[in-house]
């Protein structure tokens, strides 16, 4: 306190008084022992019967008899033990000059500055204080408002050191001088723990938008799982893949395409997002992932190794994903990586994608087997044709849109002309080549809306749609005038010519039930044979009264 007192009695203060710039802090209240004094000070009849003129208690001028005289020494001395033993820093500044008059033990460790470094210079005059005009502004404020707080202020030590601390000032007087204290507190500790906390809530606040969009994401994969479910179409399924990946991947690129049948080309059947991406046809080896039969990832187009199928280069990153069920290609999920960010949560765009893989080749596998199975069901493995399942499904329903529109339809029944005797001359070998050459050119030679079916043994049934009695009848005869002149070869055998019995029935204009046509047109099929085989004969009803 000698400095405190010396300083204060010198009534030249130098410069105007000033303040350091906004930092702030929460200062501890002045200890009660401290009130007692200002009591004893500010008492101008107590002051004068204690203190000496000067102001300050002299070394060995004190009264030991005096009570008054001791109750201001030990208050000072309680001051003195709580200004050197306080665990803030305290700083004394003389309230007309703002310059330094004592800094306390903690503030001198703490800032790295020795005593001798601190009294006598004003606040922004030192290391610490670095902006000296809002020091100055700060300084001016206390004066005038002999209050001031900064609740978070940054300070530099000696040694560089950055610190954060609390700074509280307030003016009070001792002996009729103003005297302003300073109440600075070390709050680095507590800002680190605040930055931690804020970059841990940071975080948490980012793993719970990345799980709201994860679960989101789930959540229109489950749904567009059981849409692809319910298909029972590949048209379908191609319509529903589109719709729901634009909606997983808003505004992102991507495409699946598939492989029909081995050898062929992949074709591109399903596209979404803003642009096309992938060619319409391409073969499996401008792939690399059907290359490799694995995941193909490339995270920089510069220098990744890119796939040929794309129209335009990428310029992103992107995942091209084969779609293999039990060793079988069936395509090639490709995912353009254009807008999706990347976080150390986030599910990335290969974790993504394989999800989406999983989900899209088991549906389209099981489309496929699906398609499979109807087809084996309906079709005549030996000729390819249709069989006489499927002639029953459809023959009711064409002759009700047929008389529904008042078109003609006629149903043709032919058979082939002793090929029970072909048969047990031949063996069953060329008898099937036969069948097979027949299916073969009953295929090319009719329309694709036309129907033919194999009923049964070496019996057909043709359906044709629009069509009137001559333009069938011209149509198989030029069918049946092909067959015959037609040689077949089984090794090194050449089968004889074959020659059609073939019966034809028009719907008439009054109903009629598909059995009932499919009766007549086997009563025409006989007659031609009864005539003398290798003939057409039309069916012709007896008029109605």
């Given at each position: 306190?000698s ?6 009695t ?10 350091i ?5 929460e200062m ?17 009849s107590s002051?004068e019967?204690v ?7 002299q070394?060995g ?13 030990e208050?000072?001395?309680r001051y ?10 305290i700083?004394?500044?003389n309230?007309d ?12 460790d ?9 009294v ?15 020091s100055?502004d ?8 002999e ?8 300070l530099?030590?000696?040694?560089g ?29 507590r ?9 841990a ?12 969009r ?6 229109l994969?489950n ?5 692809l479910?319910?298909?029972v ?13 634009a909606?997983l991947?808003?505004g992102?690129?991507?495409c ?17 997002g803003?642009?096309?991406i992938?060619?319409p046809?391409?073969?499996?080896e ?6 490799r ?8 187009p510069?220098s ?26 069936l ?5 353009i ?8 949560h ?11 893989g ?21 079709h005549?493995?030996?000729?390819g ?43 069953h070998g060329?008898?099937?080549a ?6 073969r050119?009953?295929?090319e ?15 057909f ?10 333009a ?6 030029q069918?049946r005038t ?8 089984y ?13 034809i029935?028009?719907?008439p ?6 059995r009932?046509?499919l ?17 057409i ?6 008029p109605?009264l």
């Open positions: 306190m400095a405190l007192k010396k300083n204060l010198q009534p030249n203060p130098p410069n105007p008084v000033h303040s710039k906004e930092i702030g802090i501890a209240d002045l200890p009660p022992h401290l009130t007692d004094l200002e009591g004893i000070l500010d008492n101008q002051a019967s203190l000496p003129k000067d102001g300050f208690i070394d001028q004190s009264d030991a008899h005096d009570p008054k005289q001791l109750t201001l020494e208050s000072e001395a003195r033990r709580l200004f050197e033993t306080a665990k803030d820093g700083l004394i500044l309230g000059t703002g310059r330094i008059v004592d800094a306390n033990p903690f503030l001198q703490m800032l790295g500055y020795s005593e001798s470094e601190l006598g210079k004003a606040l922004w005059e030192i290391g610490p204080v670095k902006d000296i005009p809002a100055q700060a300084m001016r404020e206390l004066q005038n408002n209050y001031i707080r900064y609740e978070d202020i940054p530099e030590t000696k040694s050191v950055h610190k954060h601390v609390e700074f509280v000032s307030n003016v009070y007087k001792v002996n009729g001088w103003r005297v302003i204290q300073c109440n600075i507190r070390d709050i680095t500790d800002k680190q723990a605040e930055e931690r906390a804020h970059a809530n940071g975080k948490l606040v980012t793993l719970v938008d990345e799980l709201k994860r679960d989101r994401e789930m959540m994969l749904r567009m799982n059981d849409l479910q319910s298909c179409t590949l048209a379908e399924a191609y319509q529903v893949l589109t719709l729901n990946m909606e991947l808003p992102q690129n991507g699946l395409a598939l492989l029909h049948r081995r050898g062929q080309p992949l074709e591109t059947v399903a596209c979404w803003p642009d096309v992938v060619e046809a391409f073969n499996l401008n792939c690399w992932a059907l290359r039969g694995q995941l193909h990832e490339v995270l920089d510069q990744g190794l890119l796939c040929q199928h794309f129209i335009h280069p990428p310029q992103t990153a992107y995942v091209c994903l084969p779609l293999m069920v039990q060793g079988e290609t395509g090639v999920l490709s995912l990586d254009t807008t999706r960010r990347r976080s150390e986030q599910l990335g765009l290969q974790q993504l994608a394989v999800m989406i999983e989900t899209v080749k088991l549906a389209i596998a099981n489309l496929k087997l699906r398609d499979q199975l109807r087809q084996q069901a309906i005549d493995q030996l000729t044709l249709f069989n006489r399942r499927y002639l029953d499904e459809t023959l009711p329903r064409d002759l009700h849109q047929a008389q529904r529109r008042n078109s003609p339809l006629c149903v043709v029944m032919l058979d082939i002309d002793d090929f029970k005797h072909f048969n047990d001359a031949f063996g060329p008898a099937d036969v069948l097979r050459e027949l299916g050119v009953l295929r030679k009719l329309r694709k809306s036309d129907i033919s079916c194999r009923y049964g043994g070496d019996e049934v043709l359906v044709l749609h629009d069509s009137s009695v001559a069938t009848q011209a149509r198989l005869e069918i092909f067959l015959k002149g037609l040689e077949i070869n090794g090194e055998q050449v089968l004889g010519p074959i020659t059609l019995s073939i019966g029935v028009q719907t204009e009054h109903s009629i039930t598909a009932d046509l009766r007549e047109a086997d009563e025409a099929m006989y007659a031609a044979k009864q005539a003398g085989r290798d003939r004969v039309v069916y012709h009803r007896e109605t």
